[in-house]
């Protein structure tokens, strides 16, 4: 595991508790949507986090310390998978769209 991977963690921890947000498990898995797209997996390593004790006194390197101490959160971690990600170069001139892949219209999916 890479080790930006639990001091991002830690620090989105640390600004929902300054922040002033409950420490909820919907209020962990809402900032964990930012940076994973897997829902199942967000929805699991909220409720290990919300195990973690860790209080407004901490700082971010204190709570990424906690963080790493879990193997259950290192195990959901390290089993998250990089985003795919496509890259279109494309060239427009004119009016009308600009599609680089799917285009959604009236809530219906259209390929190119």
């Known amino acids: 595991m890479e080790p930006i991977t639990t001091a991002i ?3 989105g921890i640390y600004d929902l508790i300054q922040t002033g947000v409950s420490w909820s498990k919907g209020a962990i898995e809402e900032k964990l ?7 199942i997996k967000s929805a699991k390593l909220a409720e290990e986090l919300q195990n973690l004790e860790v209080d407004e006194d901490m700082s971010a390197k ?3 310390k906690k963080i790493v101490l879990q193997p259950k959160i290192i195990d959901i971690l390290q089993s998250i998978k990089p985003e795919e990600t496509t890259l279109i170069n494309q060239t427009h001139t004119g009016s009308g769209d600009n599609v680089g892949r799917d285009k959604i219209v009236n809530q ?3 390929k190119d």
Do not use: G, N, P
Not at 33 to 39: G, K
């Open 108 to 110: 219906k999916k259209l």
């Open 9 to 11: 963690l830690a620090r």
């Open 33 to 39: 949507r930012t940076f994973i797209s897997d829902e």
């Open 62 to 64: 204190a709570i990424e």
